[in-house]
């Protein structure tokens, strides 16, 4: 590094751009001179003079002496046009717009590839756990044969909540909002749209694949009742949004579901605003990198490390299309019933499903709930989930982009 | 990356080294030759053909088709001679040899630097775990508060079956050794030398500073008596062999000491074969890491991974002598003592200590021991403790190398 600053253009002045602004003037050996700041609201109170900011974000993408961006904004149209110009200039890029990056992930790397232009997004995957630097660092020469991981932490602080101060669903999502961990639509959220972005990130670096993430069989928390967790209690159990990704046949099957878990699995203590993430490594094994999932500095951080690597290159993508070796793993998912006469059919699609592929489908026979040790569908008000259920979700996808774990079950229910 | 292939020189064929072999035929697209394995014991019955080896290390070393070496030995004169040679000709070395290294750092690091010859050594840290990657190239711009691990897993491995099967230290060792997770002469992990290796080898790229090894206060774990299980079980804690380091004024301060730990602590769960290791970052918070911190394969695989970063280049030692600036961090000992008659003594030491630095020391009042929150120090066949023993630990100490932390106490129990 020369002694000259980079001239940084940054976009979007949120908790997490305003995180990333104060690191800057206290680390990176003081190289960082952030030329201006693009926001939207031109009537929003700042902590900074005016004359820190620009209201014409394109005014920035152009400037001439602009060297590298700082994409932080959550508006998915400014975004594509800053990240998309900005690779096909040769400017480097560092963003933290996960939904933006997920949904265009293909051309973005493809992009980024062909102008060997870095653009890194550890700060978009799991705020400040450095799970994209190692999966494309360090394990870039090792078969991955699944993730697993809690990295969605507004989820993650209301599962608490509801099993810490025994309160409903709506009661703990309302706390949640009041206290500024959720937002106030929460769907990207608590429908684990969030978690889906995050997962195809990973996925890329982890198998070399991009996962499209309508091909997320993706089931959040709306339907988690406290009963839930008395009973997931009274099983010794702990109920977590758990995201699931691994190889399947020619693909990769990503799934974020609520889960089951003993109370013993290292992801059943990890509270509110922690995310967890294991890698299970073909040759090196199981390891679990946990951290800080969110948090205007954590996630500032993030972006600032990003800054300093973005100036030595971007990732390898060294998986990116090759075949990998995975080892096969299971996915165990149990289904029981609301009601005992539909246990034959739900033999017939365990039986069936379980035929071919590595997902394994239990009964668990009760009058209560057909549910998922990971997976835990529901089917109405009062939690229960049935078949019926199942093909309502599966009616949710788009047929033509039907994920492994959806086509199985759709064959059955639907036939 | 060229088609061709780098020809690589393996010295040692133990378990690691036979790991690395193995995958480095599987892994690595296939461009890593292996010239020759450099053996000592020539009677030893091997898997590979004999002309697969030599029983002269330095005929492969002055090799002249030698671009690589994986340095896989025990041998702590050889492989000195090896890495330092090796640097000297500007060939790329990679180690698993911790004793080694973190005996000579300062030396092998400015060589390195000086060479610009790449010498990684994560496999020497804690097997798979990829902290020495993460702290020099994700950690480099951030202010590391402290580090805290089981580096060790023989000691693990025994302090799990002590409390699990209720046996003394004697059997759990014995159990050890004839599984092969303890070595004839255990002193090197028992007494916790090879926790210290590895905490040097994370202190300089944690902290920028070489932490002599000898300035480490170590106290290991042959003293832990079923009774002591036994009474932390009773307060709800779990004993743990804890590494710990962090800055303390101009140095910083290692420990290795057995530690009482709650029930819930992300530590209490790390089982036999795992390592964990927790980076509190000044900006980004903690940051745990887990995986395996042995065997064959894992610590094959971390060797492997070096390999192919070395062929891009070494550790980039970012922070190495510039100055940090970490927030103070508190360690809190608890001294009980064997003798109400000594309490006096004891709240005296406890005062004049906690006046000047980060460690704050806690009575804990009964009759059997004097022992340590952090910190389990025991007087004798019984586990108890006394000052007196402390005293002991300094004696042994080198007095012109005193820690900080040894210093305090000294002054004040030899006073």
Redesign the interface.
């Known amino acids: 590094m020369s002694t000259q600053k980079i001239n940084i253009g940054l976009f979007g002045f949120g908790p997490v751009g305003q995180g990333f602004y104060k690191?800057a003037g206290q680390?990176?050996n003081n190289k960082i001179n952030i030329i201006r700041i693009a926001v939207k609201d031109q009537k929003k109170e700042r902590t900074l003079d005016r004359s820190a900011f620009t209201f014409d974000y394109r005014e920035l993408l152009h400037a001439p002496d602009l060297e590298l961006i700082v994409e932080a904004t959550d508006d998915e149209r400014a975004g594509y046009e800053i990240i998309k110009t900005a690779l096909l200039k040769g400017i480097p890029v560092v963003s933290a717009n996960k939904k933006l990056l997920a949904n265009n992930l293909e051309e973005f790397v493809d992009l980024s590839i062909k102008t060997q232009t870095p653009l890194l997004y550890e700060a978009a995957a799991a705020?400040?756990?450095?799970i994209i630097?190692?999966l494309d660092?360090?394990?870039?020469?090792?078969v991955v044969n699944a993730i697993r991981g809690i990295i969605n932490g507004t989820t993650n602080y209301i599962l608490s909540s509801m099993l810490q101060q025994g309160i409903s669903f709506e009661t703990a999502l309302k706390n949640a909002q009041e206290l500024g961990f959720a937002e106030s639509d929460p769907k990207n959220d608590v429908d684990a749209y969030d978690a889906a972005f995050k997962l195809a990130l990973l996925s890329v670096h982890a198998f070399g694949k991009i996962l499209d993430v309508n091909d997320i069989l993706r089931y959040g928390i709306r339907f988690i009742k406290k009963e839930d967790h008395q009973e997931a209690e009274a099983l010794d159990k702990v109920i977590k949004l758990i995201a699931h990704v691994f190889p399947s046949g020619d693909g990769i099957e990503g799934l974020v579901l609520p889960t089951w878990l003993a109370k013993?699995d290292?992801f059943s203590?990890v509270s509110a605003e922690f995310n967890?993430i294991e890698i299970l490594?073909k040759?090196?094994?199981?390891?679990?990198?946990?951290?800080?999932g969110a948090?205007s500095?954590?996630t500032?951080?993030?972006l600032?490390?990003d800054v300093?690597?973005a100036l030595s290159g971007g990732y390898t993508y060294k998986k990116l299309n090759k075949a990998q070796n995975p080892d096969g793993i299971e996915i165990e998912v149990i289904l029981t019933l609301k009601n005992p006469s539909e246990i034959n059919g739900l033999l017939e699609v365990q039986k069936q499903v379980e035929a071919n592929g590595n997902i394994k489908i239990t009964a668990w026979i009760n009058t209560r709930d057909l549910k998922a040790q990971i997976g835990y569908l529901e089917e109405n008000e009062a939690g229960l989930i049935s078949t019926g259920r199942i093909r309502k979700v599966i009616k949710q996808s788009k047929s033509d982009k039907l994920s492994c774990t959806e086509k199985k079950i759709q064959n059955e229910v639907l036939n």
Chains 1, 2 share one sequence.
Do not use: Q
Not at 137 to 142: A, G, H, K, Q, R
Not at 283 to 290: E, I, M, Q, R
């Open positions: 690191l680390r990176a705020g400040a756990i450095p630097t190692s660092s360090y394990f870039n020469d090792e013993e290292d203590s967890a490594a040759d090196s094994g199981a390891h679990l990198l946990k951290g800080k948090g500095l954590p500032g951080s993030a600032l490390n300093i690597k």
